[in-house]
Structure formats: structure tokens, C-alpha cells
């Protein structure tokens, strides 16, 4: 009899096994897929950052090195190789969640899950073998599944998800990508640089929809001079595969009838949570009109017993809101009182630059009506971006008017999802923008531009 079984072992699931078993449970983690670490460590956050990052190498080397009197001769991709190394840093990643459950004394168990009652769960294994897991509790971190919308059906070689995006055994001549929010951003940026032409249509009048409008606006800017091009308030109606070209017919901002034809067509439109064969039926639970799980504030789905965390259940899509969750959650089963503050998980979107926010926009806090004051700097007048010839964008820190408490941040710039932290772990102690800007920072560092913003939430930057 185990104490909890978790289904699924992304960032949510598996870190959550390995807590509770560092809190003394029986724990048991089932995972359809041969390795463990979900959508994150698989197919998300790790492939992409590794292609993120060798593509920003290609970048640097055919075009920016040479400011710094570093000259290369006969640049040449070699995709197969930038391939093979991400596959690599995703399996050293996988195999080390094996490792952590070995430690931790967790049963890494491979098959598909289905709940049979409160206490029992089915894991149909490969080899068509199953067997039956008695148990005290469940949590379901099932996680999310990419979508797709009406009359595009991703064929997984021409029309692909994120997860075909990342295995392109060649550079596409053109992609055309539906959705301008974080993976078509993100693997936008990728195949821009290793030398496709890259068309982005989104349905808004702005890209990635919940930033800062400021940040937004600048972001696209900067992705426009890198070559990416953009079509807003395109509403896709279609797209059709004619041998390698891709048609895709969109009504444009002025609603004309157009096309545009590409090789490769990437959709990018949302992911929804995922509860497909996992037996809720058999317990009475149901999920929400947008498929996902209700809790409440202990994670406890209206199931005495079953639980739930991560994508599969409302909030932001991250791996980190996913893995506080998780902690959280087997944490309170044991009688600890830890808690989440949503107000200060931090966002980033991993493009060059990067983007970064935490806490409220000035557009939520406008339409919430919270008198606001607010501090920007730009990365242009700070030593170190100087010096490492990366100095687009800027820090905003807004505070509230009267108690100059830090209610939000947006970072658009080189390292902007380091930077971050410094502000979601001062909201997150209620700190104030003054209380930024009398920390000492380092010299000459990014980081003063955080400092520099505080200031300027008082209007006395220092150096500027
Ligand atoms: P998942 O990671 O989706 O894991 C769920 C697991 O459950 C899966 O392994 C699945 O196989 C398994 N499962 C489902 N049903 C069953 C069943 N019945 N039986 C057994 N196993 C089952 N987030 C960030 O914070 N930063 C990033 O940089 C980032 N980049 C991303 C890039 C891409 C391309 C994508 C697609 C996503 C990215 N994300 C990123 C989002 C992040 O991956 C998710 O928010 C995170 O993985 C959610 O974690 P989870 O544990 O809830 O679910
Ligand atoms: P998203 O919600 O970030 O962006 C989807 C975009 O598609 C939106 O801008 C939306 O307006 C647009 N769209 C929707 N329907 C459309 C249509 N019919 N035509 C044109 N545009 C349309 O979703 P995503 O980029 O698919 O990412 C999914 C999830 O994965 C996100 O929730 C994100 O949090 C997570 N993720 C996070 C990271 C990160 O943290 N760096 C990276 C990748 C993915």
C-alpha cells in the first residue's frame, strides 16, 4: 500500500514525488513514456533552451563576433550535431530524475495510469502487462497536450506542433508560424537564426498577449530588425499540405481573404491540460468547460483523497508554478502550512533578448484601478551591457503610489530571466522599490539596471 501515487512525472509530478518521500511517504510516480520529466524535460523547456542556445552561437558567430575582433572563416550548421547535443542534454536531465527517485526511494513506474477508485490505480504496462497500485492517495500532474484550431490538422511532418518544430531534420525554407505567444516566439527565434524566413501570424493586435504593452511593442521591434516577420489580427481559417509547400489562407486586419505559402507550418496556439484515459469517470470527476481540474486551496479535487497540480488545473502553463505546486500540495498533506504566492512567480520568454515580468502590468493595474508609480531604465546607459554589446531594452519596476511597495516588474533585455529573480524574491518579502535601490549591487553588473529602475521609480536615477 503506498501513501501516494502521483500520475505523471513532469516538473510537477516528479518533484512532488520526491518531497513527499523526503517527508517520510511511500511514494509511487507513473509515467506513460519511457523517461520521466514530462513535457518539460522531454519535448519543452529543455530541448527548446538547448536549441535556443546553440542557435544564439550560430547568431553570434556569423554576425556579431566580429565587432569583437573575432573573425571566423567558412561558418557552417551542422544541424544533425546541434540535434544530437540537445537530445543529450534532455536524456543526462531524464536519467537524472531515474537518479533522484532512486535516492529519494520513489517507484519510477512506466505505463499509462488510470484511476480505478480513490485508493487504486491501474498502470497498463508496455509489454501489455498491468497491475494495480493500491493507495492512500492520488495526485494527478497528467500535464498538457499542444492544440490545434479548426481547419488545421497537424500531420506531424509539414504541420507540426512544438514538438515537431523541435526535431526539424532541416532548416525550412520558410515557416510560417500560427501564434505569437511564447513557443512561436521562442522557436520562431530558433529557425530565424539557423536561416529560414519566418512569417508569424496572431490573431491580436499584440504579441504574446498577457506582457507588458510597452515590452510587447518593443519585443517585436527588435524580432522585426532579426528578420521575423509578423502579420496581427490575422485569423486563420485553413490550412492545406500540396507535396512540400504548406498553404495557410488567413482574413487579414482588414478583412481581405489572403494566403501565404511556406514549407513548414508550425502551430502554436495554446496547449490544453490532459486528462485523456484517466479513469475520472470511475470516481466522479469531472473537468472544468476548459478540461482542466478544480481544486481548491489544498490542491484537493472535490474527490476526498485525489489531488491535482500543474498544467492540468487553472493558472499559467509553467514548469515552476507546476513544480510549487507540487511542494505545496504534499506539504500540506503532511500538515505543513506552506503556501503560494501566485502574485510572485516570475515569466520569461527565452529570445534574444529576453522578457521577463513578475507580478502585475501596468495594464492590469490600470484596469484594477491601483494608483501606481512607476521607475524605467534602459540597458543602453548600464557598463556592462555596454560591454557585452547588448544593451536593447530596459528594466520597469512599478510601485505603489503611496506605500512605494513593488507590485509588479517587466524586464526586457540581455539575461532578463536571471534578473528577474532578484525582483520576484523582493515582492515576494513585500519589499518596497527603496529597499531595491539601497541593496548594494555590484559593479559593473546587469543588475544595477534593476537598481537604477528603483531609482527611477523616485525619478533620481544616478546614472542616467
Ligand atoms: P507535464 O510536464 O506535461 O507532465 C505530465 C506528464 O504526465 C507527462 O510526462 C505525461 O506523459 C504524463 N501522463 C499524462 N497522463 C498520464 C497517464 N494517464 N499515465 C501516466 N502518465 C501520464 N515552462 C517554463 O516554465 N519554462 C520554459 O522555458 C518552458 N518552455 C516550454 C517549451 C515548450 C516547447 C513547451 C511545450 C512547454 C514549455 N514550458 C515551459 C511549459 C512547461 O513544459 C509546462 O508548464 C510543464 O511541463 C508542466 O508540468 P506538469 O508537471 O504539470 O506536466
Ligand atoms: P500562448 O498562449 O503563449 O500563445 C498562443 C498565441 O496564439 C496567442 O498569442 C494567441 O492569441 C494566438 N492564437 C490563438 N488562436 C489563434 C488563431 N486562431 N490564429 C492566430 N493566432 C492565434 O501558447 P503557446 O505559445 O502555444 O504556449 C503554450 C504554453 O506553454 C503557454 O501557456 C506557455 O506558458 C507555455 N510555455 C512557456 C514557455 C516559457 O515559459 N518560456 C515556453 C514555451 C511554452
Redesign the pocket.
Known amino acids: 500500500m503506498y501513501d501516494l501515487v502521483v ?9 512532488a514525488a520526491n518531497r513527499a518521500a523526503q517527508l517520510g511517504m511511500k511514494v509511487a510516480c ?4 519511457s523517461t ?14 538547448a536549441m535556443l542556445v546553440s542557435s544564439e552561437h550560430f547568431t553570434a558567430a556569423q554576425h556579431h563576433m566580429a565587432e569583437h575582433g573575432i573573425e571566423f572563416d567558412g561558418i557552417k550548421l551542422n544541424l544533425d550535431k546541434m540535434q544530437e547535443r540537445k537530445r543529450e542534454v534532455v536524456s543526462q536531465l531524464t536519467r537524472g530524475i531515474a537518479g533522484l527517485f532512486k535516492k529519494n526511494k520513489v517507484d519510477g513506474i512506466q ?4 484511476i480505478e477508485s480513490p485508493t487504486s490505480v491501474k ?1 497498463a504496462k508496455p509489454d501489455g502487462s498491468s497491475e494495480t497500485l493500491e493507495t492512500k492517495k492520488i495526485l494527478i ?6 492544440i490545434s484550431i479548426p481547419g488545421v490538422e497537424i500531420d506531424k511532418d509539414r504541420i507540426v ?3 515537431g ?2 526535431e526539424f531534420g532541416e532548416v525550412p525554407e520558410h515557416l510560417i508560424i500560427i501564434g505569437a505567444g ?2 512561436g516566439l ?2 520562431g527565434s530558433v529557425w530565424s537564426r539557423l536561416g529560414a524566413k519566418v512569417t508569424v501570424l496572431e490573431y491580436m493586435p499584440k504579441i504574446l498577449g498577457m506582457t507588458d504593452d510597452e515590452v510587447a511593442k518593443q519585443a517585436q521591434r527588435i524580432f522585426k530588425k532579426q528578420g521575423i516577420e509578423f502579420e496581427l489580427q490575422a485569423k486563420v481559417t485553413g490550412a492545406a499540405v500540396n507535396g512540400e509547400t504548406v498553404t495557410v489562407t488567413y482574413t487579414d486586419k482588414n478583412d481581405a481573404e489572403r494566403t501565404v505559402e511556406g514549407d513548414r507550418l508550425l502551430v ?1 496556439v495554446g ?1 490544453r491540460a ?6 475520472l469517470e470511475n470516481v466522479g470527476l469531472e473537468t472544468n468547460k476548459r478540461g482542466q481540474l478544480e481544486v481548491d486551496h489544498d490542491f484537493k479535487t472535490k474527490v476526498d483523497g485525489i489531488y491535482a ?4 488545473i487553472p493558472g ?8 510549487e ?2 511542494v505545496v500540495c504534499v506539504e500540506r498533506m503532511s500538515g505543513i502550512g506552506a503556501h503560494i504566492n501566485y502574485d510572485a512567480i516570475p ?2 520568454v ?1 529570445t534574444e533578448p529576453e522578457i521577463a515580468g513578475v507580478g502585475k502590468t501596468e495594464s492590469q493595474l490600470k484596469d484594477e484601478g491601483i494608483a501606481y508609480k512607476k521607475g524605467k531604465f534602459p540597458f543602453m546607459a548600464n557598463g556592462r551591457a555596454k560591454s557585452m554589446a547588448s544593451t536593447d531594452g530596459f528594466v520597469k519596476i512599478l510601485a505603489d503610489e503611496k506605500t512605494d511597495r513593488i507590485l509588479g516588474a517587466q524586464i526586457i533585455g540581455p539575461r532578463a530571466g536571471d534578473l528577474i529573480a532578484e525582483l520576484a524574491v523582493a515582492m515576494e518579502f513585500g519589499a518596497s522599490a527603496e529597499d531595491i535601490y539601497r541593496s548594494s549591487h555590484a559593479h559593473p553588473t546587469l543588475a544595477e539596471v534593476i537598481k537604477e529602475a528603483a531609482l527611477s521609480v523616485e525619478g533620481r536615477p544616478l546614472n542616467m
Open positions: 500520475i505523471g512525472s513532469g516538473p510537477g509530478g516528479y518533484t507513473v509515467e506513460r513514456y520521466f520529466g514530462g513535457t518539460c524535460l522531454n519535448v519543452g523547456c529543455i530541448p527548446s533552451k505505463g499509462w495510469g488510470t498502470v500532474a497528467t500535464g498538457s497536450k499542444p506542433d512544438s514538438t518544430a523541435l511564447v513557443i521562442e522557436l502554436s496547449r490532459f486528462t485523456d484515459k484517466l479513469g497540480i500543474g498544467d492540468v499559467a502553463m509553467l514548469a515552476h508554478k507546476a513544480e505546486e507540487g515569466d520569461v527565452y
